[in-house]
C-alpha cells in the first residue's frame, strides 16, 4: 500500500523560508514515479507547485514558484523535499504530496495523473 506522509507546514512572515517533507513508503524510487507537491488554498482549486521524477531528478515548476521553491529527493530515505524560500502570502495554502506513474504523464502536474496523495499540511505566511 501506497502512503505518503507530509510534514514541515507552518506559519512564517513574508520573506521566511519553510521546508516541507513527503515520506513515501509502499513503492520504490528507483521505478518511474512522479513526485509532486500540489497547493490549494480556500476557494481555488488545487494546483501544482513542483514535481520530481523518483528515476532521475528530472524536475519541473510553476511558473509561480520558480527561482524561489526547489524540489529534491532522497532515494535512500524515500523522501521528497520542498524548500520554500522568499514566501509570499499568496504562498498560504494546504500543500499536498502525491505520485503517480509513469513521470512522463506527471511532470506537467495535472492532478487526475497522480494516483497517492498525502493528507496535506498547512502553510501560511502572513504579510
Known amino acids: 500500500e501506497v502512503q505518503l506522509v507530509e510534514s514541515g507546514g507552518g506559519l512564517v512572515q513574508a520573506g521566511g523560508s519553510l521546508r516541507l517533507s513527503c515520506a513515501a513508503s509502499?513503492?520504490?524510487?528507483?521505478?518511474?514515479?512522479?513526485i509532486a507537491w500540489f497547493r490549494q488554498a480556500p476557494g481555488k482549486e488545487r494546483e501544482g507547485v513542483a514535481s520530481i521524477s523518483s528515476s532521475d531528478g528530472s524536475s519541473h515548476y510553476a511558473n509561480s514558484v520558480k527561482g524561489r521553491f526547489t524540489i529534491s529527493s532522497d532515494n535512500a530515505k524515500n523522501m521528497v523535499t520542498l524548500q520554500m524560500n522568499n514566501l509570499k502570502p499568496q504562498d498560504t495554502a494546504v500543500y499536498y504530496c502525491a505520485a503517480g506513474e509513469p513521470w512522463v504523464n506527471t511532470w506537467f502536474m495535472d492532478t487526475h495523473a497522480y494516483a497517492y496523495w498525502g493528507q496535506g499540511t498547512q502553510v501560511t505566511v502572513s504579510s
Open positions: 509502499g513503492f520504490t524510487f528507483d521505478d518511474d514515479y512522479g
